[in-house]
């Protein structure tokens, strides 16, 4: 991987790490082998630990003293508590957007919806996913709070984990998606803030719970294997 051009190495080195925990080649539990990244990315192992500690501002490790940073743990405790607080942070960036918009804005909404509607025809469900989140992540001069933006900034790698458990969800249930996030996008574009926050609470919730049962089903599979090899 050529990190030359990075603005910051240890920025880098942390969304390669990252991006291994969001697909499951780093699977929870897994102590992340320092040495083993920095030979692959060809970096220091100071440049490694730097890019833990950035890391575990984003919820996908936790690093323990002699033991070393240790992929995060996802239960559905975790992912009932990451969206009840995605919802009220991105409740609360849909009603600033609703509030500040201008016709620019406006346009850029309409296109999202557009990249959407084909994403749901192909089927592709981390790019819809993607699109949304990242959208929303880039409109700090509209939310105008960069407190909160760099809050949501930092849950946003736990928030891919998670959806990318549910990439064998069915075409309906991106449907119902599209459907619940075109209300949020209707809500803002005639400035109606506190139905944009709600149905965007609606979205939330709908994610999550097919969050839920993708992990549920990943839990179970894991248990027949685990049942399976003590045989």
């Known amino acids: 991987m050529n990190l030359e051009e990075a603005d910051s190495l240890s920025e880098q080195i942390a969304k390669y790490i990252s991006e291994q925990i969001i697909s499951g080649e780093l699977v929870e539990g897994e102590r992340i082998q320092e040495l083993r990244i920095a030979k692959e990315l060809d970096v220091s192992r100071g440049s490694v630990r730097e890019a833990l500690l950035l ?48 016709a620019n804005e406006a346009e850029q909404l309409q296109a999202l919806l557009n990249q959407l ?71 803002i574009l005639i400035r109606k803030s506190p139905q944009a926050a709600i149905f965007m609470e609606d979205f939330c919730r709908h994610l999550r719970n097919l969050v839920l049962e993708s992990l549920t089903r990943m839990k179970q599979i894991e248990l027949a294997w685990a049942r399976r090899s003590r045989r």
Do not use: C
């Not at 949304?132 to 939310?143: A, D, K, R």
């Open 117 to 187: 509607l084909e994403f749901v025809r192909v089927g592709d469900i981390e790019k819809f996913y993607d699109a949304i989140f990242n959208y929303l992540v880039e409109q700090n001069e509209m939310v105008a709070n960069p407190y909160l933006m760099k809050f949501y900034k930092e849950m946003l790698p736990s928030l891919r984990r998670s959806y990318f458990l549910t990439l064998n969800t069915s075409r309906r249930e991106l449907q119902e998606s599209l459907t619940l996030f075109k209300l949020v996008v209707d809500a």
């Open 55 to 102: 890391l575990e501002r984003t919820y996908l490790i936790e690093i323990f003293p002699r033991r070393g940073a240790i992929v995060s743990e996802m239960s559905a405790q975790q992912v009932k508590a990451l969206f009840d607080t995605n919802a009220m942070v991105l409740g609360h960036i849909v009603q600033r957007i609703s509030e500040t918009w201008r």
